[in-house]
């Protein structure tokens, strides 16, 4: 046996992922300005990762809850009042809120400043949901709540109203 037939053979290893500064896929949900870092293709789909910008007094989605992924939210810039079930959160620069699957939760920006965060998927199955609410807005049609709820449904999503 020759040394060459022995030899193990090479590992490749997955490419490196590098999103710059104004680089990533652009959302723009009303006030609520959206990049998708991540969206999973790099990652097996295990992880997906968007930074948002919520404008001042910008509320955001119905509270709802998530039956197959995890929820990360990172305070980068500014407060966001979280509601988780029927507590309250002001969550200032440098907070983290993690979300587990099945718990009702909502954000919004009370404050009169923008608000920056960083956000995970875990798995990435959510970020097609933001894409899903930009397409209604660029056919022409309203972003009305039953529009967010039926694309909430597509994954794995639904209203908590048992906390609205």
Do not use: C, K, W
Not at 50 to 74: C, I, K, M, N
């Amino acid at each position: 046996m020759t040394e060459e037939a022995t030899a193990p053979a090479p590992q490749t290893h997955p490419a490196v992922s590098v999103t710059g500064p104004g680089e990533g896929e652009l959302i723009v949900l009303g006030t609520t300005r959206m990049r998708i870092l991540e969206d999973g293709s790099h990652t097996g789909h295990r992880l997906a990762i968007t930074e948002s910008v919520l404008a001042p007094h910008t509320q955001g989605p119905p509270q709802h809850r998530h039956s197959r992924h995890d929820e990360g939210f990172y305070v980068l810039s500014g407060t966001v009042r979280f509601i988780v079930g029927n507590e309250e959160y002001d969550a200032a620069t440098g907070t983290l809120v993690m979300v587990p699957p099945g718990t009702p939760h909502t954000f919004a920006n009370p404050t009169d400043r923008p608000a920056v965060m960083l956000s995970t998927f875990t798995p990435d199955l959510y970020v097609q949901y933001f894409r899903d609410l930009q397409e209604v807005l660029a056919d022409g049609r309203p972003l009305t709540p039953r529009a967010g709820l039926d694309a909430m449904s597509r994954y794995a999503t639904e209203p908590a109203t048992d906390h609205a």
